[in-house]
Structure formats: structure tokens, C-alpha cells
């Protein structure tokens, strides 16, 4: 019997994904609390979590490398996120985890260390069309980048806190991964890509990751018709080089909700969408974020090699 390709590549993902990372526990380290930390082993640009459940009213804390995080209430138990960035090097970082019971006094303190090791991201070599040089004039990509900066560095603070994050293209094909540097017709290394590239011809539904705020429904020079939705607690989620967007600033929509048609806007060689997403102002892997959901298998990939040009993003 011939096994389907695609039916091969997703078992290969899967595989691949399954390392996302350790996860420590602590449970319980007082009646009906308890403590999770995922992941405490980490490769530049990936995010994780802290949640403690248990009683509550808690006064929680949480240190990295002896700095606070900042501890919010989900609706059942405490949060607090971490982020490391692209270029992060390889090292050790203490945490400390305290709880403290406001009514009696007691208080439970957990220690740990999250390791980032060492990781080399893919290589991608990129063919772009003429018109979409002028798209790569350093000034005009800085200025982008700086409101874009602008926007990430709010922080808000919803009143439920939607937790675990969808694909925004159930079903879709990666075509280029997060964190991949690039090199354009030949020449020297330019950037890493900023986002995860899913295959989606035009005017194909693009939805949202999770609820939130629409903060920007934009027209950017790179990254074309653009929405940016807040989730609130130092999260973002990016949807580019849209057809059009269906949503607009202020809107609160749902997990799921259609935002925004898959276009090839900005600088993109071809219809597909580019979708980011920014903890505490940090670019991090998408699919790795969504990884944090117990269970989470990663969609299909289409190998380096075979991903056409008309569906690579050409932009960040």
C-alpha cells in the first residue's frame, strides 16, 4: 500500500516537534498548590510559561536571572511569561517561584534553571522578483520595525486571559520556518525570518490565534496589508501580506474569527500568510508557542527544497 507524501512529512514533524522541550513540576509544594514551569530547556527565540494553581487569593512572584516577571491571574490559577530572543547565546538562568498565602502567612518558594542551548537555524537561499528590491532600503525597514516596536512594548491586562493559542490556518502547509536566515539572489546574509510562512491562496480565510484587540489594520511597505491583534499580558499576534483586512482598530474579536483574507501584499513573492507572534516585545517561533498546549501536534512542512518561491515570504 503507497502511504500518502503528506502523510510521511507530518510524521516527520511530528517527531521533530516532540522535543519542544522539559517541562519542571512541583507538585504540590502546599495543600492544593501547585507549580509548572515549560519549558526549563529552551533554543533562542521561544517563550515559555510559569503557572501556579491552587487557593486563591495567592500573592505570587516569579524571578529570572534575579528580575521580577510580570504574575497575572488567568481565571484558575497564576501566569507569568518569558521570552528569549533570536540571538540569545547559550547559558543557564536561574528562576524562583514564590507563593504566599495573604490570609495565613505561609509561604512556598520553588527554584529551578531554564537552559537555552546552543541551536543553528536553517539557511534559506531566496530568489526575489526586481520590483521588490527597492522593499529592502534600510531605512524604510527600520522605520517599520520601530512602529512595530512601539506597538509590542504596551502592555495590557484583559480581564480573561485565552489560553491555549489555534493555528490561524487550521490545515495549512509551513513553507518557510521561523528564525531561518536569509540570503536574497545570492547575497550576503540580510536578516532571519520573523515569522512562520503558511501555504494560502489568495482571498483564503485567515483567523485569529486567540481572542484580543485589534491594535493595527494597516497598510506596512513590507509586510503589505497587515493585522496585529493584543491578547494582553505582553502577547501579540501578526497576520501579513493579507488581500484585505476584515477587522479594524479597537475591534475585540475571537479565537477563530476571520480577520483578514491570505493575499501577497508588501514585499511577498507570492499569495501565503506570514504570522508572528511577540512575547514581552521578543519575536519568538510561532509553532513552538503553540507547542506550549499539552499534546500539540505541529502541522505539515513542506521540505526546504520544495518550497516554490510564489509562496516564501520575502519580507521580514
Known sequence: MKIPRVFLLLLGLVAGWLALGDVAYAAPVADSLSIEVTPTELVPAQAGMVYVSGRHPLDVSVRLDYQPLDVFWTGDGYAALFAFGHEEPPGEHPMTVEAVDPVTGERQ???????????????????????????????????????????????????????????????????????????????????????????????????????????????????GNAVIIDHGHGVFSLYAHLSEPQVAVGDMVQQGQTIGLAGATGRSGGPHLHFEIIVNGTLVDPIRWLGLKPGFVPPAELPAQQAEVSETSVGE
Open 109 to 223: 518558594t520553588y527554584e529551578t534553571t531554564i537552559t537555552v542551548v546552543e541551536y543553528s537555524f536553517t539557511r534559506e537561499y531566496v530568489q526575489v522578483p526586481y520590483r521588490l528590491i527597492p522593499l529592502f532600503d534600510p531605512e524604510l525597514n527600520q522605520a517599520e520595525t520601530d512602529r512595530l516596536a512601539a506597538i509590542f512594548a504596551n502592555v495590557t491586562y484583559p480581564e480573561r486571559w485565552e489560553w491555549p493559542y489555534m493555528l490561524p490556518v487550521p490545515g495549512g502547509i509551513i513553507t518557510s520556518r521561523f528564525g531561518n536566515d536569509r540570503s536574497y539572489n545570492g547575497g550576503e546574509w540580510y536578516s532571519f525570518h520573523t515569522g512562520t510562512d503558511f501555504r494560502r491562496a489568495s482571498g483564503e480565510p485567515v483567523q485569529a490565534t486567540a481572542g484580543g484587540t485589534v491594535v493595527l489594520a494597516d497598510y506596512l511597505e513590507v509586510r
